[in-house]
């Protein structure tokens, strides 16, 4: 049975339909008051923390401690700069059949992953040699 979205959640689901990155509570909150569809920042934490927890919404930690936002249709896998802060996703998943094995083994629904390498990209290197 799918879940009844608040009228505030429904707002973020369809903000976040429309992007095709992640996106922070705050440019969520302003996004939505730039379209007259304002609503408290505090109801934005709200309202993306009961989606996260049905399984809408993903969030993925940056290095700087910047959570992003997203719909969790997909697994989102990066390899994300220490230095620079780019991050590249990659297009396959490595980690798929661990995923089914831990679901199979403990029974356990999976509403997504992330993986994410941190290191330094190639034009860091180059520069810390240099």
Do not use: W
């Not at 959640?9 to 302003?30: H, P, V």
């Not at 927890?53 to 959570?67: D, F, H, I, K, W």
């Amino acid at each position: 049975m799918k879940p009844q979205h608040t009228r505030s959640q429904r707002r973020i689901l369809n903000l976040l339909k429309n992007l095709n990155q992640g996106i922070s509570a705050q440019d969520i909150y302003m996004e939505l008051r730039n379209q007259n569809q304002g609503m408290g920042l505090a109801t934005v934490y709200r309202a993306l923390e009961s989606l996260k927890r049905e399984g809408a919404v993903q969030v993925r930690m940056l290095p700087n401690g910047e959570s992003l936002y997203s719909l969790a249709h997909q697994d989102k896998h990066h390899l994300t700069c220490l230095e620079c802060g780019r991050s590249v996703s990659l297009d396959k998943c490595p980690v798929q059949e661990l995923e089914t094995q831990l679901h199979r083994s403990h029974q356990f629904k999976i509403f997504y992953h992330t993986l994410e390498f941190f290191g330094l990209c190639n034009q860091c290197q180059e520069g810390a040699r240099g």
